[in-house]
């Protein structure tokens, strides 16, 4: 009965100091050169080539009034709504 007291308590020891002295996790950072696609509308020949122009890099296959995008987060914050 002694030794199982003494298993526990050094159970119960061990825990608390893993707890308390554990290791550290950081909060997760995004990569700097993490890429996004953006669905962006543009309703008209015209502003798909605005968009090319100012150098996005615009993925093909438009099927619809919107284009996809490829950037970082620095591209989406200069993309029209």
Known sequence: MRIRAFSTLAAVGAAIAL??????????????????IYKVTAGSQAAAQR?????VD?????????????GDTATGAHLPP
Do not use: C, K
């Open 51 to 55: 968009l090319v122009d100012a150098g």
């Open 19 to 36: 707890v308390a002295f554990g290791p550290v996790t950081r909060p997760a950072v995004a990569d700097s050169t993490q890429l996004y």
């Open 58 to 70: 615009v993925l093909e296959n438009r099927t619809s009034p919107h284009l996809y995008v490829l």
